[in-house]
């Protein structure tokens, strides 16, 4: 076998392998499954669907939203955070806010 004609193929087979792998990675990417949709025409299993969905609803709504009302129930405090600054600051209110009160300028000397 001439030794020129394997170097011609090496890098065409090469270039081959390599789009070959960039479009099974872009396929693999862009591919997603569906499931299959099914119309089932029995009432009983209907009508068992409609009913549980409708009680959930009804829960939510009227249980925990209107009587227990659940959206306004708070939680106890479960940590603090406390941090210590060291350094200088100085601040000024300015011009448009009333003094600070001479009980409570202590807090910002």
């Not at 089932?40 to 969905?53: E, K, M």
């Amino acid at each position: 076998m001439d030794p020129s004609v394997s170097e011609v193929t090496k890098p065409s087979k090469i270039k081959m392998l390599q789009h070959k792998a960039i479009e099974s990675i872009i396929n693999h990417v862009i591919e997603y499954e569906t499931p299959k949709v099914v119309t089932v025409h029995n009432p009983s299993i209907g009508l068992l669907r409609r009913s549980l969905q409708l009680g959930v609803v009804l829960y939510v709504g009227l249980y925990q939203l209107w009587y227990a009302q659940g959206y306004q129930e708070f939680a106890d405090m479960e940590s603090s955070v406390t941090t210590k600054v060291k350094g200088y600051s100085q601040s000024s209110l300015g011009s448009k806010h009333p003094p600070v009160p001479p009980n409570l300028r202590q807090m910002y000397e």
